[in-house]
């Protein structure tokens, strides 16, 4: 399952966790976003219970995009005990992300 993340949702979702947390930046005009949109959502799947996976629409969210630096999409961060360890920029892989989330479980 994928969470819709927004200013208000971030903090206690990600920050606070207690499990990883995969943050997805993208927008619904851009089209490696909308490649990476199924991986992102079959990664959801596979984790469902070890991590979280959250959507920021970065359109809708420019602050948390701001936040987070996010200059390109996808960007793809995870979260481990409110810090970032990981972070994929570009379309990726279902392995590329997946190699990072393993380094966290």
Do not use: H
């Amino acid at each position: 399952m994928e969470i819709n993340l927004t200013k208000q949702t971030y903090d206690g979702e990600v920050l606070q966790s207690n499990v990883p947390v995969l943050v997805d930046f993208w927008a619904p005009w851009c089209g490696p976003c909308r490649m990476v949109g199924p991986v992102i959502s079959e990664i959801a799947d596979e984790y469902e219970g070890r991590i979280k996976v959250g959507k920021v629409n970065v359109d809708e969210e420019g602050e948390l995009a701001s936040a987070n630096a996010v200059v390109s999409i996808p960007t793809v961060m995870l979260f481990s005990e409110g810090k970032l360890v990981g972070k994929l920029v570009g379309a990726r892989s279902f392995d590329d992300y997946a190699d990072m989330i393993e380094r966290f479980l």
